[in-house]
């Protein structure tokens, strides 16, 4: 037995996750299939919990929905990052206290806001046109709406420009430099208690530098915050926190982020003679790894490439058409087999971006092969569509070697099941 990349291991050729056999639970529930490793959320969640002892984490529910993952975050003490009313309502359901929540989101909707108040939520509010309706439900439902505002602090990140958020011209947040004019019409409005102040800068940083830039910019318009005689209880970095997507990446963990950003938020509270609490929204590093997405090969083709079309298409996983991501590449029935060939992994979905992985050594690779693409927890399962007639697939849960459904695979009547015909065409 051998380690393949963290929890990963090989046993007699075979890919084992959690202690199953992947060929195993590929047998048993079909492919595609989506499985998880319970130990290893709980695994990421600790780290950053003991990097951050004094913080709250609250865990970005976007990344990987899946109820019993929230679940299981929730057991661990975890709050919630929540851009809907959907998630909102799961994340309650799990069990993560209202306390613990923190509603997302540039473009909600009156029926979302009012929610929020009534549940008791607080609110990151994304503008000031937002902030004046969240006052006049607050004021109509008799309650206050407990709220920070959403920052973009203007801090350029080295990742793929779709998923960096912190830019001057990105959709999200409130300009710097009317942070503090909107607070203090905050102050004044009917039915809003302004207590925490939120960024997010974006997502897969593979550096500490922008987020230590961005605590220094924050700390900065807190001092302005506090100046105005607002009682600031919490300071939401958001996260970003990105993973070795490539075997072998150096990347930073969570006690380097806490290593970079804790002594500034710690003296700059101080020097303040406040005490807020720190607040982190990590998504990505708590799942990302966690899981692995199963998938048998249909074909091979050699023709000007060498490609091994699979049963998984980017309805299921869209990152590396989205995004140019990279996931690394088992063959699980085959995974401590030599590479012999070079193969592009690609989908069944008719459109020319269905490609998971390109130019990969690997042995050879025939029909019937199972192909593991690692490194699917987050923004996996949670961006599937059912696009080209195709339904959803499982979820699989494993730890300790036992394995359990968490969601089953949808069929034909899935893609059927809101459609109606008008009675003209029956
Ligand atoms: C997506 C998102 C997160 C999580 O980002 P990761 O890079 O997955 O850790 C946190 N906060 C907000 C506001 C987000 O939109």
């Known amino acids: 037995m051998f380690t393949i990349k963290n929890?990963?291991?090989v046993k007699n050729n075979h890919l084992l996750i959690g202690g199953a056999d992947t060929t195993a639970l590929a047998e048993q529930y079909g492919t595609p299939l989506y499985v998880t490793n319970e130990t290893r959320v709980v695994e990421n969640f600790s780290a950053y919990r003991n990097a951050f002892p004094k913080a709250d984490i609250y865990y970005a529910a976007k990344a990987n929905g899946s109820f019993a993952i929230m679940r299981i975050l929730a057991r661990q003490g975890a709050g919630a990052d929540v851009f809907s009313y959907g998630e909102l309502y799961m994340a309650l359901l799990a069990g993560i206290p209202r306390e613990k929540i923190l509603f997302n989101g540039n473009s909600k909707t009156d029926f979302e806001l009012q929610k929020a108040v009534e549940l008791g939520v607080k609110v990151s509010v994304d503008s000031k046109d937002e902030l004046r309706t969240l006052s006049e439900i607050a004021e109509r439902t008799g309650k206050a709406a407990e709220i920070a505002f959403r920052v973009n602090p203007d801090v350029s990140t080295p990742t793929h420009p779709?998923?960096?958020?912190?830019?001057r011209i990105s959709k999200f947040g409130i300009p710097a430099e009317e942070v503090i004019d909107t607070y203090r019409e905050a102050s004044e409005l009917p039915g809003i208690a302004p207590c925490g102040i939120h960024?997010?800068?974006g997502s897969q940083i593979l550096d500490t530098e922008p987020f230590v830039e961005a605590t220094q910019k924050m700390m900065d318009l807190v001092e302005g915050v506090v100046e105005?005689?607002?009682n600031l209880k919490f300071v939401d970095m958001g996260s970003g926190l990105g993973i070795p997507y490539k075997k072998g990446e150096k990347t930073p963990k969570p006690q380097d982020l806490a290593n970079a950003i804790l002594p500034v938020f710690n003296d700059r509270t101080k020097a303040l003679g406040i005490s807020p609490k720190l607040i982190?929204?990590?998504g990505r590093y708590i799942v990302a790894d966690t899981t692995l997405l199963l998938t048998r090969v249909n074909t091979v083709k050699i023709a000007a490439k060498n490609f091994v079309g699979v049963d998984a298409g980017f309805n299921l996983l869209i990152r590396p058409t989205m995004y140019d991501s990279y996931h690394h590449v088992v063959v699980a029935n085959k995974a401590s087999s030599p590479p012999e060939e070079t193969y592009t992994i690609v989908g069944p979905i008719c459109e020319t971006g269905d490609i998971f992985a390109k130019d990969r050594e690997l042995p050879r690779v025939e029909k019937g092969d199972l192909i593991a693409l690692l490194d699917t927890g987050a923004y996996g399962f949670s961006m599937s569509s059912q696009y080209n007639g195709r339904p959803r697939c499982a979820e699989v849960l494993v730890k300790d070697g036992e394995s359990?459904?968490?969601?089953?695979a949808e069929g034909i009547e899935d893609l059927m099941a809101k459609q109606r015909l008008p009675a003209r065409l029956m």
């Open 7 to 9: 929890h990963l291991e």
């Open 162 to 167: 779709k998923i960096s958020t912190g830019l």
């Open 199 to 201: 960024c997010h800068i």
């Open 228 to 230: 105005l005689g607002i």
């Open 280 to 282: 982190l929204e990590p």
């Open 404 to 408: 359990d459904v968490i969601r089953s």
